[in-house]
């Protein structure tokens, strides 16, 4: 069993930066795929950015490209998300997700599904004011 905690949310104001945590505990994730989605009100959740813990690969997307950056750090067990240059529009519940290592080859799309992620954090509230 996984379980995942975020941290690091808050108010900031346009422009500004924030750096969420996900710190993971039950196993180490070395293998797994480690999301973050966000969830802005009366929208539905969606993909940000993810990486695969064994060999660093990312993707974005296109909204947040350029802004934010994912990383790890093996030895915590935790994963990170830089966001740089934050945008009212980034407001949103952010979330942090694992999942198991697919078994096959996959497409891009893959990474992006909600369904993908078996492993769910509780949110850590953004609010970015213009």
């Known amino acids: 069993q996984v379980q995942l905690e975020e941290s690091g949310g808050g108010l900031v104001q346009a422009g500004g930066s924030l750096r969420l945590s996900c710190g993971a505990s039950g196993r180490t994730l070395s293998d797994y795929i480690m999301g973050w989605f966000r969830q802005a009100p009366g929208k539905e959740r969606e993909f940000v950015t993810r990486?695969?813990?064994?060999?660093?690969?990312?993707s974005y997307a296109d909204s947040v490209k350029g802004r934010f950056t994912i990383s790890r750090d093996n030895a915590k067990n935790t994963v990170y998300l830089q966001m740089n240059n934050l945008k009212p529009e980034d407001t949103a519940v952010y979330y942090c997700?694992?999942?198991?290592?697919?078994?096959?080859?996959?497409?891009?799309?893959?990474?992006?599904?909600?369904?993908?992620?078996?492993?769910w954090g509780q949110g850590t509230q953004v609010t970015v004011s213009s």
């Open positions: 997700a694992a999942a198991q290592p697919p078994r096959s080859l996959v497409s891009s799309r893959w990474y992006r599904l909600m369904s993908t992620y078996g492993y």
């Open positions: 990486i695969s813990w064994s060999t660093g690969s990312t």
